[in-house]
């Protein structure tokens, strides 16, 4: 068990709704990030949140939001959704911002798009 | 680009020989390794990291990794193999000045047979 939280572990819509991911990070941990794992692209990097800030971006669309709140847990928001976002989404925490500090993932918010 | 790359996306071993899952990296300054692996319905879990130092580096159960700059390569070994490292294995790479973002290679699925 990582310690990270990551609800709900299954999630079945349809195009055009908005759903929220929710992330709980291990005790401790400053640093949330969001991954999202499809048979086509593989595993990318969306989003990191230290400590209530954004810190870094990668490939994230702009249909998708995320925010971590003062508690630390995290929040992916994916709207206006197309059949392509069907994925694993994990969340990954560390105590830092440091390369130095591993990240340990949840195991997964498993999204499907009817 | 900055990049890492999984040659193989599946290897065969049988149980008691070494495992050897290879991984190279394109990185502007000095590289940030890691091996994660992902069991079937699970998060990712950490192996090990290179950071600086040697260039051996010892993880967890039992897996090792070897740095190689002039071949800019990360291989992951295990000397000797059990079925239950049958897994799919991430080699990833730290990017960018900012934050602490992965870039992952494709996956390697390692498959040991008894």
Redo the contacts between chains.
Sequence with gaps: D?G?TQTPKHLITATGQRVTLRCSPRSGDL?V?WYQQSLDQ????LI?Y?NGEE??K?NILERFSAQQFPDLHSELNLSSLELGDSALY?C?S?VG????????????TRLSIL | AQSVAQPEDQVNVAEGNPLTVKCTYSVSGNP?L?W?VQYP??????LL?Y?TGDNLVKGSYGFEAEFNKSQTSFHLKKPSALVSDSALY?CAV?I?A??????????TRVLVKP
Excluded at chain 1, 42 to 45: I, P, S, W
Excluded at chain 2, 41 to 46: A, M, S, T, V
Excluded at chain 2, 99 to 106: A, D, M, Q, R, S
């Design positions: 990582s990270v640093s990030y593989g595993l990318q990097f990191q230290y810190r870094a990668g994990f990954a560390s911002d440091s390369p130095n500090q591993p990240q340990h993932f949840g195991d997964g | 940030y890691f994660y319905n699970r998060g990712l879990q950490f990291k950071i991430f730290r960018g900012a934050g602490n973002k992965l870039t992952f290679g494709g996956g």
